[in-house]
């Protein structure tokens, strides 16, 4: 009865835990090579480590402005707090070795510019997701 009462518990935890954050997809446009990125290819694609795809294109990055999905995103594939992420590009800035990401302010703004630019990776939240032929959403290994 008591493993009955703890793996319960447990799958109440679970439960909370999946509503604590929103999920955050990560999606492209269709014409980026990439089906799967690992954790590491997409930090180093968020700080403008990695500036071109596979085949030669631009790597196009674009943010959100909205704190929650933000503040997820960097703190789950970046590591880092939005805080972390905005200073270092205040750091490449005053360093004149770069420009921050472009952002957005609505997700649908941002799935469109996603939409119609080669090579342009961002995320969203999966409820803001729809079936668009022009996007894809990445697989996330480790």
Known sequence: MKTIIKVFIFLVFLV????????????CNKDVPANSLTFSEISKIFHCEKLFWNNGKPAIVVIQKDKDIHKDFTKIYLK?????????????????KGQPP??????????DFVAKT??????ISSESY???ENIKIIDVTK
Do not use: H, P, W
């Open 16 to 27: 909370f835990l999946d509503c604590a954050y929103a999920e955050v997809i990560i999606i």
């Open 80 to 96: 880092k707090t939005s805080f972390q992420y905005m200073n270092y590009f205040k750091k490449l800035i005053f360093t004149g």
């Open 102 to 111: 472009r952002s957005f302010a609505k997700e649908d703004e941002l799935i």
């Open 118 to 123: 080669s090579g342009c990776i961002g995320y």
């Open 130 to 132: 729809e079936e668009n």
